[in-house]
């Protein structure tokens, strides 16, 4: 869940991006796992659900290494965007700013620390 006031607006990067609505300082937490605002299913249920099931958790969803199974976020941090280098460092349960994120910038995290590229995705294997 994010620990810091946002928004969610058109983003350059991709999309829709989440933004920040205030000032973050660096090495602020700025996402942290909580169970009630994570869904998670292995990847097995995950094959189970219908077509258009699937593409729901295929576009706001990941593979999580560190849980070995599916996750999607049920608030605005499911639009966060992946950037190379990100503003953002993910750290397991937590993801801190490596730094300073002035109001109105895009809070970004790289995608590479976190997922795991899958046949289902494979745009997420070309990212930089």
Known sequence: MLSVKTKVRNSEINGLGVFAAED??????????????????????????SEVQRIFWFHYGYYDLSRGCWQVSTDDSRFMNHANPANTIDKGNFVYAIRAISAGEEITCNYHEFYKPNPYQPWLGNLP
Do not use: C, N
């Open 24 to 49: 973050i300082p660096a090495g602020a937490v700025v996402w942290e796992y909580h169970p009630q605002f994570e869904h998670e299913i292995s990847e097995e249920e995950l094959l189970k659900l």
